[in-house]
């Protein structure tokens, strides 16, 4: 997918845009600071009155109209009638035995956790005035008192302007990787993600009280792209990527080297002190051309690959359209492009693409954990999925999968929502222990009808236990004289149809051993049979399956934990399966799911058992 390329110079996302620079102190004429808050103090005549635990009102209250406080056990309120008999009232209860506290209900100066930066107003993805709710809802987020304080994020491509000083208060040299080449793509990615607040300066990052760190991959060989996904790792929050490989090599990418692919995997599962860190990766910007199911670097559940949506609340033109994106967060696209840092001590105001949309999303993950730091990577990945809106609600793309989740091509699981996900983050419930379930496909070799992608060749996948899905990974191995030829559409039980791959301009022989990963099916139960539909989009030469494999990944969807043999029924059959998946180490017999097999878990199934009996 075509994104910002390192080599043969700087390529910015597309829509390109030649950035304009703003000096850092704009004039205050046509940039008015905000308005300072109000200073006044409100009182009224209103006493408030907290008696001792032992208290008895009649005794401590008597004489006064006091009224019990429908909220806070042992608050009372009295209306005094007068500011000036409120305040002498309230002195005189502090001296009376059975009182704990008095005082006069009033309203002091509130300051909204909003930054004050001279370019708040201009940035519009945060919070968009023109046209309100079409943006990511950072604002509302910030009012809730987060910052992303206690976060590190790690930008990976190369190095930006440690010394701007908008991201040089929230830098560390002691996280980040030795400088290599300053990029403005890179300096213009991080003022996105955690340019410093309330410092008089330009705007201010989506998380701006938290560390940045340059995990800048130099060169961009293999080893130092392994390095930047592994460096600090332990300490590092989220790692965001706003670059990929050049389209130009073919609409197919011919995977990624599975050193890549297993440094995302270690980042994810290990870092954080083994929560996992999480690391989000640009979408694309190849449009219509190109589908993000195509790249391997999107191919990768332990990734999180967002595209964008514009300041109207509707798709932004270069904005891939597959089933290969999770989310969308708002970027260029529409009418309006998007503010930043730029090169040692300046701003633009026509940044853009996904990579603006992937350190937007990487914010807004540090806001989530400043809400709960005790989340795990999939934590996250839940929270943003059930907080996400749909955006533009006019497209006809949407639709629900057999789960009754939202998805829609050009969106993915929808927009990120800041404010909803911190909201639910802050009294989230830990999802329960990974569960991975995978079955191999019938009846091949399949060879599609030539020329005619809407009469596919099929087979079938076998599953034959109530996994709730959160991942879904195909890999295929499928002779083909173009790969352009091919259509390929997974099928899950309940009926839900994701489209993989369509057929387009690609002339490179065969596809084999290559993994698409789709979220389309979040939240479905994988017990039943998959259906793979094989199309052949080109006259001449046949498209073959050799070989498919499906491997789900989620939570374990049995109504009951008893129920061990996934039959809907309990009976003695169960026990048996029980004690036999208990000594065999299934984690299927984790019936309190928490991770671990061990005496509780025979509780809980004798328990389970009776209950749903």
Request: aromatic share 8%; net charge negative.
């Amino acid at each position: 997918s075509a994104r910002f390329v390192a080599e043969a110079g700087e390529r910015f996302d597309a829509p390109q845009a030649k950035a304009t620079p703003l000096t850092p102190q704009p004039d205050p004429q046509a940039n008015p600071q905000p308005a300072q808050p109000d200073q006044t103090w409100t009182l009224t005549s209103r006493v408030l009155v907290l008696l001792a635990e032992d208290a008895q009102p009649d005794q401590a209250l008597a004489g006064l109209a006091a009224q019990p406080s429908p909220g806070l056990r042992r608050l009372h309120t009295i209306d005094a009638g007068t500011v000036e008999a409120a305040a002498a009232i309230a002195e005189a209860l502090q001296q009376v035995p059975g009182v704990e506290h008095a005082e006069v209900d009033h309203a002091r100066p509130i300051v909204f956790r909003t930054p004050t930066d001279p370019f708040i107003a201009d940035q519009w993805t945060f919070n968009n005035t023109v046209l309100p709710g079409a943006d990511s809802r950072v604002a509302g987020a910030w009012a809730l008192g987060y910052s992303g304080a206690g976060s590190v994020i790690g930008t990976i491509e190369r190095s930006f302007s440690r010394d701007h000083p908008d991201l040089a208060p929230n830098f560390s040299a002691a996280l980040s990787r030795p400088q290599t080449v300053v990029r403005n793509h890179a300096t213009s990615v991080a003022g996105i993600a955690a340019a410093a607040g309330n410092n008089n300066l330009g705007g201010a990052g989506a998380a701006f009280g938290a560390t940045l760190a340059d995990h800048n991959f130099g060169s961009g060989f293999v080893s130092t792209i392994v390095d930047a996904l592994t460096h600090e790792q332990l300490a590092t929050s989220i790692k965001t990527n706003s670059w990929g490989y050049d389209a130009t090599v073919g609409t197919y990418v011919d995977g990624v080297s599975p050193l890549i692919a297993l440094a995302v995997e270690e980042a994810a599962t290990l870092g954080r002190d083994g929560l996992g860190t999480i690391v989000i990766w640009s979408a694309g910007n190849g449009g219509s051309a190109d589908r993000p199911e195509y790249d391997p670097l999107n191919n990768n559940r332990f990734s999180i690959p967002v595209g964008s949506v514009g300041d109207l609340d509707t798709r932004a033109d270069y904005n891939e359209r597959g089933t290969g994106h999770f989310f969308v967060a708002h970027s260029s696209g529409n009418q309006r492009n998007v503010f930043s840092t730029f090169r040692t001590d300046e701003y633009t105001q026509n940044f853009g693409g996904t990579s603006a949309a992937a350190p937007l999303a990487a914010g807004i993950v540090a806001l989530v954990l400043e809400a709960n730091p005790t989340l795990t990577r999939r934590d996250v990945v839940h929270i943003l999925a059930d907080s996400a809106r749909r955006a533009d609600q006019f497209s006809e793309a949407w639709s629900t999968n057999a789960a009754g989740t939202d998805i829609n091509e050009d969106f993915g699981l929808g927009a990120i929502d800041a404010e909803a996900a911190v909201t639910l983050a802050a009294s989230w419930t830990p999802v329960s222990p990974e569960l991975q379930l995978s079955a191999n496909a019938t009846g091949l070799p399949i060879t599609a009808p030539d020329n005619q992608p809407g009469t596919p060749a099929t087979t079938t996948f076998t599953i034959d236990r109530d996994l709730r899905v959160e991942f879904a990974q195909l890999t295929v191995n499928i002779d083909a004289a173009n790969r352009g030829d091919i259509a390929l559409s997974l099928v899950s039980p309940g009926g839900t149809v994701v489209q993989l791959t369509t057929p387009h301009t690609n002339f490179t022989d065969d596809l084999t051993g290559f993994r698409f990963v789709s979220r389309f099916f979040w939240d479905e139960i994988g017990r039943g049979d998959w259906t793979l539909q094989l199309g052949d989009g080109r006259a001449g030469g046949n498209v073959t399956l050799l070989g498919a494999t499906l491997e789900l990944f989620g939570t374990d969807g049995r109504l009951c934990p008893a129920d061990m043999n996934h039959d809907g029924m309990l009976d003695i059959d169960d026990f048996s399966a029980f004690v036999t998946s208990f000594f065999a180490t299934d984690p299927w017999a984790d019936t309190d799911r928490n991770g671990s097999l061990d005496i509780d878990d025979f509780s809980t199934f004798v328990q389970s058992f009776f209950d749903c009996s």
